[in-house]
């Protein structure tokens, strides 16, 4: 069974660095896009960013210089790196991966992780 | 940025009526590929969103034959046929043509 499970949240400092984890299984991260969005009860949902099998990466102009979205193929495992965090970043973040079927790929996430909550405050 | 718009907000249904949710794009969603990505997801408290509908119409897999959806350009529409117990909670509509991907505010569907 496909399964995502995220990883990493706490209660960060403003300013503070902190790395998300997803840990996929069932499927191969480096085969899929695979996405991070976030959900806040003011905000609602909020897509963050992309990261393509070619290694090709989008982000929300918000984190554009502070967040970095990578994998590691060898742990199956996709990785948003947070840095500079602010108090608007806190949100739960999810992990979803990209719905591809063998023949084509579309622009929407199937399959999300249970989130994990980052808390940005002093 | 594509303004995603849903229509009602909340939606309060009786058992084994119909449903239907309202969403609207600030600019069309046909993108260069000649595709449009509009899809609807689904999201009981505690949990994390699922994928119902995708491109417009497609329904995903598992997901009820009693949901469905339709629409074109800026203007689309999911509708449950005969809502159940389990079709409680909040609907959403993403569009994914262009970045940023953009949702709806979320429509909250429960059972009179």
């Known amino acids: 069974e496909d399964q995502l499970v995220e990883t990493g949240g706490g209660l960060i400092q403003p300013g503070g660095s902190l790395r998300l984890s997803c840990a996929a299984s069932?499927?191969?991260?480096?085969?899929?896009?695979m996405i991070w969005v976030r959900q806040t009860p003011e905000k609602g949902l909020e897509w963050v960013s992309v990261?393509?099998?070619?290694?090709?990466?989008y982000y929300l102009d918000s984190v554009k210089g502070r967040f970095t979205i990578s994998r590691d193929n060898s742990r199956n495992t996709l990785y948003l790196q947070m840095n500079s965090l602010r108090a608007e970043d806190t949100a739960v973040y999810y992990c979803a991966r990209g719905h591809c079927t063998p023949t084509f790929c579309y622009n929407n996430p199937d399959y999300w992780g249970q989130g994990t909550l980052l808390t940005v405050s002093s | 940025d594509i303004v995603m718009t849903q229509t009602p907000l909340s939606s309060p249904v009786t058992l084994g009526q119909p449903a239907s949710i309202s969403c609207r794009s600030s600019?069309?969603?046909?993108?260069?590929?000649?595709?449009?990505?509009l899809s609807w997801l689904h999201q009981r408290p505690g949990q994390p969103p699922r994928l119902l509908i995708y491109k417009i119409s497609n329904r995903f897999s598992g997901v009820p034959d009693r949901f469905s959806g339709s629409g074109a350009g800026t203007d689309f529409t999911l509708k449950i046929s005969r809502v159940e117990a389990d079709d409680v909670g909040v609907y959403y509509c993403?569009?994914?043509?262009?970045?940023?991907?953009?949702f709806g505010q979320g429509t909250k569907v429960e059972i009179k």
């Open positions: 990261i393509y099998p070619d290694g090709s990466t």
């Open positions: 600019q069309s969603l046909v993108h260069d590929d000649g595709h449009t990505y």
């Open positions: 993403l569009q994914a043509t262009q970045f940023p991907w953009t």
């Open positions: 069932g499927f191969a991260v480096s085969n899929n896009y």
